[in-house]
């Protein structure tokens, strides 16, 4: 049985598609007509870190600490975490997520579709 979240994000329409990568990638993928290969490999590592990661336990900081190292892990590779002042970079990028409301309202949709 195929795990519903490794699947690609399908929409409806076309715009509800793009509004998912937007969400995922900001709005400059809006303007993209087609995601590579490589990109899609990356989401769905991110995807699939997430679905591992995230407890519905969690709370928002330890998720949100949790959603910037997959990101980050499945973005430069999995060393990257272990390089010195990649801890405080990710609370860096946490607190300017949480910081903001659109953000923090984004992360927090991501979160809730993953966490189990």
């Known amino acids: 049985m195929a795990n519903e979240n ?9 715009e509800q598609d793009a509004n998912w990568m937007a ?6 993928a809006l303007q993209e007509k087609e ?11 991110f995807e699939k870190g997430l679905s591992m990661q ?11 600490q949790s959603m910037v190292k997959v990101a980050l892990a499945a973005e430069f590779g ?10 405080p970079m990710v609370q860096t990028i946490c607190q300017g997520i949480l910081s903001d409301p659109e ?8 979160i809730d579709r993953y966490a189990k």
Request: hydrophobic share 35%; glycine share 8%; net charge positive.
């Open 35 to 45: 995601v590579t290969d490589k990109q899609k490999d990356k989401i769905a590592l």
């Open 54 to 64: 995230l407890k519905k336990t969690d709370t928002i900081d330890n998720a949100m």
């Open 78 to 87: 999995p060393s990257f975490l272990h390089q010195k002042g990649a801890k």
């Open 6 to 14: 490794l699947r690609e994000p399908q929409g409806q329409t076309p």
């Open 103 to 110: 953000l923090r309202r984004q992360a927090m949709i991501i």
């Open 23 to 28: 969400l995922l990638f900001g709005q400059g």
